[in-house]
């Protein structure tokens, strides 16, 4: 990252000062300890039910898609049936969820833009690209985050950890100035309570928005070696992508690429605490990094349910679905399905893998951040059990409680440890 960057104006904060998006959490995803027996309970059922998916966990309504027809699908075919046929199931839905909070953004687009312009995101993101950004911008948040609580002997690991971690990456990634990381972290989280305040959500995405704008127009004017200035630099058939489109994206990179892999990173980590001998395992033989993270994207992604949209009247599992129908597609039904993982709901890093996970989805729209996410927890993961000799739960603090029916995290995560280096 280029150290001396030209400042842009200011971010502006939410008008009204008491706002916080963090308790907002529950009441957006849920507060369900365990969503998967009632999601088991449907899957074998049947792989097509119509309602939502949502419906099954809360009665408040959804003021973005509740007006539309809806089924819920279920099971891994089913599942990665819908993912890889962009052409029946659309990501029209997301112009009225995702489109709001972020904008035009290539999540609510289909092909031929789709194809156009994750080309040209996606290069930003490429495995050997994304690799390079571990010294250079993971390492060093890893290391001023450790250093608040490495030599205290307890911590928790979400309040202190996991919550600030990959957003203080983005914002390197960036070069967002650091004395307003705060306001950024607290507008980001803002996009996404559009289901239960609408007014915030649209005033966060507005503010990010006009930050962007004028980042984006000075990148362009002063080129640095950092991500803003890839992208505004980019050419699409000889263009530069449009402002809309690169705006949107940055909205939905600060939001769902810090969000998804805070969520993450919280749910390795506690089903490896709750696992001690799993830990233990990890610890001393790190070729099982890797594994512990598939297992955990498996077991508990952090996104349990996506949507697409029926383009088409057609048919899936015998059920007729109508045009225009949203459908819910159940991702952690997929990942805990018997069919493909035997014994679906024991969390074990040393299972072998029959079908791969759709933690990230598959198809067209897989994660185009999905690489970072890796990175990122691995090193995360790495540094943890290097400079927190004998990691593991605080006794006298409640074990950790992962919750919700659509995000899932646990709240905290208290551990103890022997003082390590800072």
Same mark, same amino acid.
Request: charged share 25%.
């Given at each position: ?34 969503? #998967? ?7 074998? %059922?049947?792989? =097509?039910?119509?309602? *939502? #998916? ?25 599942? *990665? ?14 112009? #009225? ?7 035009? /953004? $290539? ?25 390079? !950004? ?17 030599? %205290?002997?307890?911590?928790?690991? =979400?309040?202190?950890? *996991?919550?600030? #971690? ?50 984006? /127009? ?21 263009? /530069? ?18 969000? +998804? ?31 512990? $993270?598939?297992?955990?994207?498996? !077991? ?6 996506? !949507?697409? !949209?029926?383009?088409?009247? /057609? ?10 129908? =949203? ?12 069919? %493909? ?36 927890? +691995? ?44």
């Amino acid at each position: 990252m280029n150290a001396a960057v030209t400042p842009v104006a200011r971010i502006a904060d939410m008008d009204d000062p008491h706002f916080d998006p963090f308790f907002s959490d529950e009441l957006v995803y849920g507060d369900i300890a365990d969503p #998967y027996p009632r999601i088991a309970e449907l899957r074998e %059922r049947g792989p =097509v039910h119509a309602g *939502t #998916y949502r419906g099954l966990f809360t009665q408040r309504p959804d003021p973005t898609l509740g007006r539309f027809e809806h089924h819920t699908i279920l099971g891994y075919e089913a599942v *990665t049936q819908v993912l890889t046929d962009p052409e029946t199931f659309t990501n029209e839905s997301f112009k #009225y969820n995702l489109g709001l909070s972020f904008g035009r /953004t $290539i999540s609510t687009m289909d092909a031929p833009e789709h194809p156009q312009f994750r080309r040209i995101f996606q290069k930003a993101f490429l495995p050997q690209v994304v690799a390079t !950004w571990g010294e250079s911008l993971v390492d060093p948040v890893v290391d001023s985050l450790l250093a608040g609580f490495a030599g %205290r002997g307890r911590a928790d690991l =979400v309040e202190e950890f *996991t919550l600030h #971690y990959p957003f203080n990456i983005i914002y390197r990634q960036l070069e967002l100035p650091p004395e307003d990381v705060r306001t950024f972290h607290k507008l980001a989280a803002g996009l996404g309570v559009m289901v239960v305040d609408m007014k915030s959500g649209l005033e966060a995405s507005r503010k990010l928005g006009d930050y962007f704008a004028a980042l984006v /127009t000075e990148r362009r004017r002063n080129p640095t070696d950092g991500l803003v200035s890839l992208l505004a630099t980019a050419e699409v058939e000889g263009e /530069t992508i449009p402002d809309e489109v690169l705006i949107s994206f940055l909205r939905q990179l600060v939001n769902a690429g810090g969000d +998804t892999t805070y969520r993450a990173t919280s749910v390795l980590l506690a089903c490896l605490l709750n696992n001690p001998d799993q830990l233990e395992a990890v610890r001393a033989d790190r070729t099982l990094v890797a594994k512990a $993270i598939d297992e955990a994207l498996r !077991w508990d992604g952090p996104v349990t349910s996506t !949507w697409r !949209w029926v383009a088409r009247d /057609t048919e899936l599992a015998g059920v007729p679905l109508k045009a225009g129908t =949203v459908v819910d597609v159940v991702l952690g039904s997929a990942n805990r399905d018997p069919a %493909r993982y035997p014994d679906p709901d024991l969390f074990d890093i040393h299972r072998d893998r029959p079908a791969r996970h759709v933690a990230f989805a598959t198809g067209p729209h897989i994660c185009i951040g999905q690489h970072l996410a890796r990175v990122e927890m +691995t090193r995360a993961l790495n540094a943890l059990l290097d400079r927190l000799p004998n990691l593991r739960l605080d006794p006298d603090m409640p074990p950790p409680d992962i919750r919700g029916f659509l995000l899932r995290k646990p709240r905290h995560i208290h551990v103890r440890f022997d003082r390590g280096r800072r």
